[in-house]
């Protein structure tokens, strides 16, 4: 690791990228919690919605301390924005199809997609802090270790929000509020393991 490098042009790249998926994900919360039937889950999302507008001021700053521009558009820039707008287009969609719990099963599916995205840039910006050194090594460590457990939590008690709602949608008995909400999970081995218990909890 000693020798390791990066790109710092992929670096800039991954914090405007970083910068819309924030952006992004205020409007994707909005949306999701316009489609929030059970109230456990409204108050899981409005807690990340908070989050979320404080990890945007994370990403802005770090891209101030290392002189860039948090506004500056890019390619990967704008695709982000673009599958950002179409998650929140398809929670609009569900809505419309009058079907409240369905609806909400969406917007579980959205947020999972969209913090999928998020998580994974945190993951990378990690995997660059590790290696940065110096100022950069410094911000960047910074930035990560105020984040990255917030969006652990997110993507994996979302994804148990959404198996377990979708498996109360067909009819079968449900852990609600699931596993890993009950269990206070923080990361993937955590997650397995308590869907794995899931069974014993019903």
């Known amino acids: 690791m000693a020798n390791a490098r990066y790109d710092e042009k992929q670096l800039k790249d991954l914090l405007l990228q970083m910068m819309e ?7 994707i919360y909005l949306a999701a919690l316009g489609c929030a039937v059970n109230k456990d889950l409204k108050s899981e999302w409005e807690e990340y919605l ?8 994370v990403v802005r700053t770090t891209c101030e301390r290392l002189g860039i521009n948090a506004d500056e558009a890019s390619p990967s820039r704008d695709v ?72 652990d939590h997110h993507l994996y008690h979302t994804q148990g929000w959404c198996r377990e709602l979708s498996i ?5 008995p449900a852990v609600l509020p699931p596993p890993e909400e009950v269990k206070q999970v923080e990361t993937a081995i955590g997650a397995s393991r308590a869907e794995q218990q899931r069974e014993a909890m019903l």
Do not use: F, P
């Open 21 to 27: 998926t924030e952006l992004g994900g205020e409007k």
């Open 80 to 151: 982000v924005k673009h599958i950002g707008q179409a998650l929140v287009k398809a929670m609009e969609l569900a809505k419309m199809g009058g079907d409240a719990d369905a609806a909400q099963i969406v917007a579980c599916e959205c947020v999972v997609h969209a913090e999928t995205k998020d998580h994974s840039n945190w993951e990378l910006l990690g995997k660059i802090a590790e290696v940065a050194t110096g100022e950069t090594g410094t911000i960047l460590k910074e930035a990560y270790s105020r984040v990255e457990k917030d969006e």
């Open 50 to 57: 908070k989050e979320t507008k404080s990890h945007q001021n």
């Open 168 to 172: 109360q949608s067909l009819g079968m």
